[in-house]
């Protein structure tokens, strides 16, 4: 295995972890504050995808169609925030989770009601399509290389709002201590309103980025959510930073098992086999790190301890 | 307000009259839809023990409902095919009787139970559920690359398997046995949690501290509550592949894990009859809304989003109001 | 003799009396809601034209929602076969929704006629004199892309598809008639999104093509990063991925594309011809690879019912082997395992005004039975 495919596939395990990040920040951030299980967040990066395609199909402009699918998620989000999550904040996780897995039905066959039952079409925009050559001769796909430096413009931009903006320190006191931002007179409901649709709007986004580049169909949310979750455990649940880590361990673990694991087998057994164990194995992968992690540090590695 | 042992027994009563009044009026598939029920309460009462009495929330217990289900899938395949399932270290052949199955489900599952337990009880709270979701996750993969028994294709029987004086092929009395067991099951729970153990693991749920000082280990009660949880759930996945005649990974996926705990919610979490009712109003539900549209999961999703919102502690819970249970 | 001759001419009496056969009650289990509605849904939609159009009133049909899940079609089957005493089913796509529900309804005496799964498992030691597999063998499309792949000179392909039974088949049925080396063999995770990992590889490994299998969503994702990676090999692969359905949300990276069909909307004959036309009017949409194959199951029925009466299951049998319809694929018979002898084609992908479809440019293989009818003893 040549150098030159080594650091490709690192980028791609970067690229897949970043995009994870941008779920499980919304995840994190949403059970840090109001302690919310939220199962309908793979529906949230869904709309956001359909947003995207439908306004990108009738506008011709992709960068309107991300602008579609941030605001389609960040009202979805408000929205059902305002109807539904607000009732679930004083229940406990077995009602949270009942309640969100309801929502997943309705938005997966509302969704699928209102645009049928094919997946739509939303493809890379003409100036970001094709391969770039990095320096060493990698050649790269500039779309690819995009979602990294977009996925990172938001890790940076929430550790900002987080840390110096007014909106950030309610929503760290939140974290902290529920009864005592309400006694020091913030609106409550509307910082739990907020978080929610910013939370709703980063999974959006992720959806109509990654839809450019996969199907944007009906349940392509529930797999990335499982992984987001496994993300924000790994890292510490409430933690940005935590995820951040977690989502770039999961992506580095997740695509470099997938192509390693086989070669290693390779060495001791016959080809074939080692091509099915391998990707079996493979295919466990995240969840045995999960695991191992969980085992040795229950909180996850930058979670405050229960 | 019902009082909820008078909602108990009349859940019991639907549950021998429905099949009868469905053998009179010809329609024998809803005894195999009321199977389909019982097999699911059984699950969702061995969830129960680890999560209304333990207060473990387990995402994961497709693992032994899966488990149970290749138990019967695995055994059953090798006596149909008439090959051994190993010579080595010693012969063992397959089997088609359901006493030898549900053991060998029992015991499978209890293993994993106990393996799967001892790890997991290191975390709690959300930690909890999702390395449960974790471990799921790792047999579901496992099991749909596993070729030899059919990965993803699964596994058929051709032919249900026999129980000793009984006609198995003939829906009723496979119902018959099935509702048996549940009885059997419920009579344990119920049993369980007015015992000395389930006492100490009610009060290891609420005050851990309290039960520490009384020299008692939290985490040993709670892990031996999950293993019998296992087991009863690892029981009902066996029932379940007889019923289809089929075993499947999608026995093992966190949606079926999910619809296990649904089951329980519906109903009343803790409540020695949550997890009956609920089986049976989603079996029902399921049946009924599906015939009505192509988008009758919008339906199912309202539903269950009326009753979280505005019943409280499920059905029971709206029937019979929060009235203590079981201390 | 006499008596056999005399025999048949009764037969063929109750066969043209049809005002006074017993009706057909027909059980169509497939997949109506959730990600792979949209499969189904051509299927039924496709059996369903046939039907009106024949306008029978002994044939009742029955459909009902198989959420994708095997249990929920096993439960289906058993409710078709003991409330509503159907006599044929039909409908299911997933190979594994078939495995579970085709073996029972035979052991219950029941047909099953198959519009689009047809797994190695029912075609070789596990076949039944009820199963009909009217679409074709799992293999078959692989295997004629396998052939392709030989008569375009590849000699170094890479192979990928995911890690499950309909997988291997694939891989398995395409290195049966393609005979250069493989660049490369890899298994991805079913329902696997990013390929990013499997592309690089691709490029590193000096092939000279690539040859895949990715139903679903997963093809659509495959396509659109393999257009945007920029390596620039040929690629060919079974209908699935590039079916009417999914095509449109692929979009100009599927163009050039060439693969394998057993039908097409542009193969010549008059029954096609009426189909593709009639569908359009009927539902506003180009008809797809399964909505062709729902189509000419409903009309295999159709035929053997306008022969023999459902209730003698061997006449039945017999009629339904006999595959007297005209099927929208030209010429179309049944082997000694009840798998399809046909034609399949090699097709490419073109745009037609603003639609995307297919249009077929050779045939892979000529009257192609599959390679399991000889452990078939029936």
């Known amino acids: ?66 602008i579609g699918a941030l605001a389609g998620a960040a009202i979805a989000g408000a929205l059902v925030e305002l109807v539904v999550i607000r009732r679930l904040y004083t229940k406990d996780h077995l009602d949270q989770v009942l309640a969100t897995f309801a929502l997943i039905l309705i938005f997966s066959e509302g969704t699928r009601w209102i645009f049928g039952s094919f997946p739509l079409f939303l493809n890379v925009p003409e100036f970001l399509s094709g391969p770039v050559t990095l320096p060493g001769g990698i050649e790269y796909p500039l779309y690819r290389l995009t979602l990294i430096a977009v996925g990172l413009a938001v890790a940076i931009g929430l550790w900002l709002l987080i840390s110096r903006t007014r909106l950030g320190v309610q929503i760290r006191a939140g974290e902290n201590d529920r009864e005592m931002i309400a006694a020091l007179g913030i609106d409550i409901a509307r910082l739990y309103t ?13 959806g109509a980025l990654v839809g450019a580049i996969q199907s944007v169909q009906v349940g392509m949310g529930e797999p990335v959510l499982i992984l987001a979750f496994v993300v924000i455990v790994i890292g510490g649940i409430g933690s ?24 290693f087998l390779k060495l001791f057994l016959d080809p074939s086999t080692a091509t099915s164990i391998g990707s079996s194995l493979a295919s466990m992968a995240i969840y045995i790190l999960m695991a191992a992690v969980l085992i040795l540090r229950p909180a996850g590695l930058f979670g405050a301890r229960a | 307000m019902i009082r909820e042992r008078y909602l108990n027994a009349l859940t019991l009563a639907l549950f021998v009259a429905i099949p009868f009044w469905a053998i009179t009026a010809d329609e024998p598939f809803t005894i195999t839809l009321m199977t389909r029920a019982v097999v699911f309460a059984i699950a969702a009462v ?55 199955i549900w053991l060998a489900a029992i015991v499978v599952s209890s293993l994993a139970a ?46 249900r398997n026999g129980f000793p004086g009984l006609n198995t092929l003939d829906p009723i009395q496979f119902y018959g046995l099935c509702l048996g067991l549940l009885c059997l099951v419920l009579l344990f729970a119920w049993r369980l949690s007015g015992s000395p153990f389930g006492l100490a ?46 075993v499947s990974p999608t026995m093992f996926s966190w949606q079926t894990s999910g619809e296990i705990m649904i089951f329980i919610i519906l109903g009343g979490v803790g409540r020695l009859f949550g997890p009956v009712v609920g089986a049976l109003v989603f079996v029902a539900l399921e049946h009924w809304l599906g015939g009505l549209s192509d988008f009758w999961h919008i339906y199912l999703g309202l539903l269950l989003l009326v009753i979280v919102l505005f019943g409280r502690g499920g059905l029971i819970g709206m029937l019979c109001g929060r009235e203590a249970v079981h201390d | 003799m006499k008596f056999v001759t005399l025999a048949a001419a009764a037969a063929l009496a109750i066969g043209l009396s049809s005002a006074n056969a017993e009706p057909v009650k027909v059980g169509m289990i497939t997949t109506l809601s959730g990600g792979g509605a949209g499969l189904g849904i051509d299927a039924r939609d496709g059996f369903m034209l046939a039907v009106k159009q024949a306008g029978n009133k002994d044939l009742e049909v029955i459909v009902e929602d198989d959420q994708r899940k095997p249990d929920v079609a096993v439960q289906l089957a058993d409710k078709m076969i003991q409330s509503d005493k159907v006599d044929v089913l039909t409908g299911i796509i997933w190979s594994n929704l078939a495995m579970a529900v085709v073996p029972s309804v035979t052991a219950q005496g029941k047909f099953y006629l198959s519009p689009n799964a047809g797994p190695s498992a029912l075609a070789g030691k596990g076949c039944n004199p ?78 000279d093509s690539v040859f895949f299998f990715l139903p679903g969503g997963m093809g659509i994702s495959f396509l659109k990063q393999y257009a945007d990676s920029g390596i620039d090999l040929p690629v060919v692969g079974p209908a699935f991925s590039f079916d009417q359905g999914i095509l449109q949300a692929v979009g100009d990276a599927a163009l050039g594309v060439k693969n394998t069909s057993q039908w097409s909307k542009d193969i010549d004959n008059d029954a096609n011809k009426a189909f593709v036309e009639s569908f359009k009017a009927e539902y506003g949409r180009l ?6 194959q729902g189509f000419d199951t409903a009309n295999l029925l159709l035929s053997a019912m306008a022969k023999a009466d459902v209730t003698d299951a061997d006449a039945f049998r017999a009629a339904l082997e006999a595959a007297d319809f005209p099927s929208v694929r030209g010429k179309f018979s049944f082997g000694p395992n009840h798998h399809p002898i046909q034609d399949i084609y090699v097709r490419e992908v073109i745009k037609e005004g603003d639609v995307y479809t297919n249009k077929i440019v050779g045939t892979a293989l000529s009257d192609h039975g599959d390679a399991y009818s000889d452990e078939c003893s029936m």
């Open chain 1, 240 to 263: 940005i930073k935590g995820a951040l880590v977690g989502a770039i361990l999961v992506g580095l673990t997740d695509t470099l098992g997938g192509i390693f694991l086989p070669e």
């Open chain 2, 201 to 246: 693991l009610n009060a290891a749920r609420q005050v851990p501290v309290r039960v520490e000082t009384a020299g008692l280990d939290p985490v040993r009660l709670k892990l031996v509550a999950f293993v019998l949880s296992g087991a009863i759930t690892g029981l009902a996945g066996a029932l379940f592949a007889d019923l289809n005649r089929f």
């Open chain 2, 114 to 159: 106990l393996v799967i337990g001892i790890l997991s009880l290191r975390t709690a709270g959300v930690y909890f559920i999702m390395i449960t979701l974790a471990f799921g996750q790792m047999f579901f993969f496992f099991a749909i690359s596993w070729a030899e028994y059919g990965g993803e294709d699964g596994l058929s029987i051709y032919v």
């Open chain 3, 130 to 207: 009820n199963y009909f597999s009217v679409a074709y063998q799992n293999d078959n499309l692989h295997e004629a892309a396998g052939a392709y792949a030989k008569e375009a000179g590849f000699k170094k392909t890479f192979i990928l598809a995911p890690n499950y039974p309909a997988g291997k088949d694939s891989l398995t049925g395409f290195k049966r008639y393609y005979r250069g080396e493989l660049a490369g063999e890899i298994y991805t995770k079913l329902g696997q999104t990013d390929y990013a990992a499997e592309l690089a590889q691709i490029r590193a490994s000096g092939a």
């Open chain 3, 287 to 292: 008809p797809s690879l399964y909505a062709a």
């Open chain 2, 46 to 100: 061995g969830l129960n023990i680890a999560l209304g009495l333990g207060g473990l929330v387990s995402l994961g217990h497709a693992v032994f409902f899966g488990l149970g289900g290749y138990a019967m899938g695995i055994l059953a395949y090798h006596a149909q095919n008439y090959t051994a399932l190993t010579e080595w270290p010693f012969l063992i052949e397959g089997t088609k009787s359901m006493p030898v």
């Open chain 1, 194 to 206: 907020i978080v929610f649709a910013l939370g709703a709007a980063l999974a959006g986004l992720a």
């Open chain 1, 1 to 66: 295995m040549s150098l030159i495919l080594l650091i490709e596939q690192v980028l791609n395990g970067l690229q897949f972890g970043i995009m994870l990040f941008l779920m499980a920040a919304g995840l994190t951030l949403i059970f840090g504050v109001m302690g919310l299980i939220n199962l309908a967040h793979g529906s949230l990066y869904m709309i956001g995808a359909f947003c995207a395609a439908a306004v990108a199909a009738a506008t011709g402009s992709f960068l309107l169609g991300l």
